[in-house]
């Protein structure tokens, strides 16, 4: 797993994408090399460095993990993992001082917003490989050009946590963000998963309020 770790004062979604595409572009450039699947997973982590989490200590965070779908695309995304995903964010958040807030109808409000956001995206590549000589039998022989291709899915995960108290043009600002990436579809999933959610917190010392 690798991880990766940045400040960002205003993050925008559209520019942290790029960053998260370009990261994983990195990493999946090279030969495989007898690599694991989880070898190929990234965590990137960004937070606003003007952000005051201790005054940020209550949070609500929705009971569903909302799935980024582009329009028209089909929901394959599965939700076997929802509930352990959720379960594990809220104890990292315990374990860091902060308390969850159940009822949206509570008083005082909140002070963060927790969102939790799943994407999968599937990738084609082409390999194209030219004419080449090869020496044999004292003669050389030319290999005649061709093309090879294939598919690989990833998965990624964000955790949204965003100051609720000062809302302006109904958007949230955003204190710190967690970004999983990796290879989809592998049977070692969940506790990939695990492991990207856990080192998220573990990057962000800053995060901690107690």
């Not at 990292?92 to 008083?107: F, P, V």
């Not at 022989?141 to 100051?163: A, K, Q």
């Not at 109904?170 to 592998?186: E, H, R, S, Y």
Request: aromatic share 18%; proline share 4%; hydrophobic share 40%.
């Amino acid at each position: 797993m690798r991880t990766l770790r940045g400040f960002v004062p205003r993050p925008g979604l559209g520019r942290l994408a790029v960053l998260v595409l370009a990261a994983f572009a990195f990493v999946s450039c090279y030969d495989d090399y007898g690599l694991t699947t989880s070898d190929y997973d990234v965590v990137i982590t960004y937070y606003d460095k003007a952000a005051k989490f201790a005054e940020l200590s209550t949070y609500y965070m929705a009971d569903t993990v909302f799935h980024a779908l582009a329009e028209g695309e089909d929901d394959d995304i599965t939700r076997k993992y929802d509930k352990d995903i959720l379960a594990l964010v809220a104890a990292n958040l315990e374990g860091l001082g902060y308390t969850r807030i159940l009822d949206t109808n509570a008083t005082p409000k909140p002070t963060a917003i927790v969102g939790v956001t799943a994407s999968n995206t599937t990738y084609v590549y082409w390999s194209y490989y030219p004419y080449y000589p090869y020496y044999g039998w004292g003669y050389y022989w030319y290999y005649p050009p061709y093309m090879t291709g294939g598919t690989y899915e990833t998965g990624t995960l964000y955790i949204n946590f965003s100051d609720a108290r000062d809302v302006a043009n109904d958007k949230l600002k955003v204190a710190w963000l967690g970004i999983g990436n990796g290879l989809a579809g592998a049977t070692s999933s969940g506790s990939r998963i695990t492991q990207a959610i856990n080192q998220m917190f573990l990057q962000s010392p800053y995060l901690v309020i107690d």
